[in-house]
């Protein structure tokens, strides 16, 4: 036994699977029984080790360890299957599952003595001291599926997830238990399988069970809640479409074996997705990751996508083979509807990202089939429905805010938009130079084409609630629907309300508002993307230095007026309100920090290196030129 457990320790991890494989079948029962709970904590990483990090080892970067891996855990012919199935043949093999590895909900009942369906295919349900008692199979299933939601401390999973070692076994065990569109493996036909369950229990039920519990279950309650990362959602989606496949693809063989398995999967899988999205969709927090979840949703309400031997959308031609989907899973298509139309009302709705995931949205639900078979639905059945369409509330909400912002936005852009004749050209050229040295990547683009986005979800929901678009509420303000974007405060200060911070964040209210003034030192706000934190910092502690030797100089160029000030004024920053107290100004350093300068600077040297020209001169004729600019443009505009 103890070089069983060295084997455990060996590296790489390819000769560890070799020397396995050649171990493992030469155990007797008993002595495989007390290996499997080490064996596994080894694999998935519970026994203090970084485990066989099944969440980054990439097929590309780690080839070797990778094969070795999936071939020993496959599950038709790896080498820990077959042991698995000789522990299957042993009444007394059974395995411990503690009670607070499983979701929430599911520990709350079984404290209260009520055990849940599923639990029943397991060998005992002991209470008293908190653990399921399990066959091998389903012993590992549990281990697989926890790993997602609990994984060891120091688990990162990378960004190419559709390429790591763990996704690739959940899509191997998914197409081997539950093949879309061939015969489902019958191993309830063996004695030695499941014996502890009704013989038309087979093991891809109990596999997608548990898939159902320890994934879709992940609900939390009062007094545990539950908080998933955006890469446990994406896999889970992974679930959601494959699931999809495997009920909705006819199968090749047909039989009362196949179509009841199908049946309950169909039932348990759409009442688990729906309660898991419901829950979902109240808690998760109005951050980005809401994409995930999102698209997840929209995978789930649209199984004619994964389903036909050439996926499509829903036509009129189709749309009879999905009526009893649809009217199944209606609260799918407006309760979930309508939490997300609210919480667009609720988040940056002028963001990119956000504008997007409200087109997709809007683009599925306004194709006519589904359109009108949903509001048919709803008109008939008012039973936990959320009339969504019938009221149309949020919907409203929603549009009266769009409708807002479009205003605001196409305020910003006319505003952005340079006058014609000379001062526009004097000022567009020393704007152009200054601009690029000392101010933030231009957003201009960026706001036309979300201002087009809104516009076009304006006209999608007008469309699809029968809204006019002459209705009052439509052409209202935002600060007229949703209150003032600030208040006067005593001192006769601007504050910003909720709904102006919010605008304000999102950069919409940046040239309505300029009188409002940050309560912060803006020389210490946050480090933005597009900055070097390191010279950020570093660049703070020079300015500090500095503004203290020529603290005269700053207040004469802040209080100066004309061309000079036009191009130091970018250099000086107030962070307090008497700029006669010591360190009311400051040298603004930060702007050099910014990786656009940083990438102008660089090229300037790169080119003055090939062309043989000293750059400290090129600077010099750089800096001549925006004061001439400036000067210039001081003249235009006085005249």
């Known amino acids: 036994m103890d070089s069983a457990l060295a084997i455990l320790k060996q590296e790489p991890l390819s000769v560890r699977c070799q020397s396995l494989t050649e171990l493992l079948p030469t155990f007797p029962i008993r002595q495989l029984h007390m290996y499997l709970p080490q064996l596994l904590s080894n694999i998935f990483g519970y026994d203090s080790t970084p485990g066989w990090r099944l969440s980054s080892l990439h097929s590309n970067f780690h080839p070797t360890d990778f094969k070795a891996i999936r071939a020993f855990l496959k599950p038709n012919g790896g080498c820990l299957f077959k042991a698995l199935q000789c522990l299957e043949s042993d009444n007394s093999s059974h395995f411990l599952f503690p009670f607070n590895a499983l979701p929430p909900n599911s520990v709350a009942l079984l404290n209260e003595r009520a055990v849940p369906a599923l639990y029943r295919m397991f060998v005992k349900v002991d209470i008293d001291s908190k653990e399921l008692s399990m066959t091998a199979y389903h012993y590992y299933f549990m281990y697989f599926t926890y790993f997602l939601i609990h994984p060891p401390p120091g688990v990162v999973w990378p960004a190419s997830l559709a390429e790591v070692l763990y996704t690739q076994l959940v899509e191997d065990y998914l197409h081997y238990f539950l093949?879309?569109?061939?015969?489902?493996?019958?191993?309830?036909?063996?004695?030695?399988?499941?014996?502890?369950?009704?013989?038309?229990?087979?093991?891809?039920?109990?596999?997608?069970?548990?898939?159902?519990?320890?994934?879709?279950?992940?609900?939390?309650?009062?007094?545990?809640?539950?908080?998933?990362?955006?890469?446990?959602?994406?896999?889970?989606?992974?679930?959601?479409?494959?699931?999809?496949?495997?009920?909705?693809?006819?199968?090749?063989?047909?039989?009362?074996?196949?179509?009841?398995?199908?049946?309950?999967?169909?039932?348990?899988?759409?009442?688990?997705?729906?309660?898991?999205?419901?829950?979902?969709?109240?808690?998760?927090?109005?951050?980005?990751?809401?994409?995930?979840?999102?698209?997840?949703?929209?995978?789930?309400?649209?199984?004619w996508r994964y389903t036909s031997i050439v996926p499509g959308p829903l036509t009129d031609s189709n749309i009879s083979e999905w009526q009893n989907f649809v009217r199944d899973n209606l609260p799918a298509y407006c309760n979930l509807l309508d939490r997300c139309l609210r919480r667009m009302s609720h988040s940056l709705i002028c963001s990119g990202k956000n504008v997007t995931l409200l087109s997709r949205v809007l683009k599925i639900y306004s194709a006519p089939p589904l359109l009108r078979l949903i509001c048919e639905l709803e008109r008939g059945n008012t039973h936990n429905i959320v009339n969504v369409f019938t009221e149309g509330d949020?919907?409203?909400?929603?549009?009266?805010?769009?409708?807002?912002?479009?205003?605001?936005?196409?305020?910003?852009?006319?505003?952005?938009?340079?006058?014609?004749?000379?001062?526009?050209?004097?000022?567009?050229?020393?704007?152009?130079?200054?601009?690029?040295?000392?101010?933030?990547?231009?957003q201009q683009d960026a706001q036309q084409k979300t201002l087009d986005a809104l516009r076009s979800s304006v006209s999608q929901l007008q469309t699809m609630f029968y809204i006019s678009p002459n209705t009052e509420t439509t052409c209202m303000s935002t600060s007229e629907k949703f209150g003032p974007d600030y208040t006067i405060d005593a001192l006769h200060r601007r504050r910003l309300t909720p709904q102006g911070r919010q605008r304000m964040i999102a950069g919409t209210l940046?040239?309505?508002?300029?009188?409002?003034?940050?309560?912060?030192?803006?020389?210490?706000?946050?480090?933005?993307?597009?900055?070097?934190?390191?010279?950020?910092?570093?660049?703070?502690?020079?300015?500090?230095?500095?503004?203290?030797?020529?603290?005269?100089?700053?207040?004469?160029?802040?209080?100066?007026?004309?061309?000079?000030?036009?191009?130091?004024?970018?250099?000086?920053?107030?962070?307090?309100?008497d700029i006669s107290e010591d360190g009311a100004l400051l040298l603004n350093l930060r702007p050099v920090a910014s990786y656009r300068f940083i990438f102008y600077s660089a090229l300037i040297f790169f080119l003055s290196y090939l062309s043989g020209i000293n750059p400290l001169l090129i600077f010099t004729y750089l800096g001549l030129g925006i004061a001439a600019c400036a000067f210039a443009s001081s003249i235009v505009t006085s005249s």
């Open 179 to 303: 093949p879309p569109g061939n015969s489902i493996p019958n191993f309830s036909a063996a004695p030695q399988i499941n014996r502890f369950v009704p013989n038309t229990y087979s093991l891809s039920q109990a596999f997608a069970e548990i898939l159902f519990e320890m994934w879709l279950n992940q609900r939390g309650n009062d007094t545990n809640k539950v908080v998933l990362s955006i890469d446990q959602v994406r896999i889970i989606r992974m679930l959601v479409k494959h699931t999809h496949r495997f009920v909705y693809t006819p199968h090749l063989v047909k039989d009362r074996y196949t179509e009841d398995i199908t049946n309950y999967i169909s039932s348990s899988f759409q009442s688990n997705t729906f309660q898991f999205l419901n829950y979902h969709f109240t808690t998760w927090p109005l951050i980005s990751s809401f994409r995930g979840l999102l698209e997840t949703w929209l995978s789930y309400i649209q199984p």
């Open 394 to 442: 949020a919907a409203q909400e929603l549009l009266d805010k769009l409708s807002g912002e479009i205003m605001h936005l196409e305020k910003q852009l006319s505003k952005n938009t340079p006058s014609s004749g000379q001062n526009s050209a004097a000022s567009g050229l020393f704007g152009w130079i200054s601009e690029g040295l000392w101010s933030q990547p231009d």
């Open 510 to 577: 940046k040239r309505d508002v300029k009188d409002v003034t940050a309560e912060c030192n803006p020389a210490l706000r946050p480090i933005c993307s597009y900055e070097n934190p390191h010279l950020v910092r570093y660049l703070y502690k020079l300015s500090l230095s500095l503004s203290r030797k020529v603290s005269k100089q700053l207040r004469m160029v802040h209080g100066s007026k004309g061309p000079i000030q036009s191009v130091l004024k970018p250099l000086v920053v107030q962070v307090k309100e």
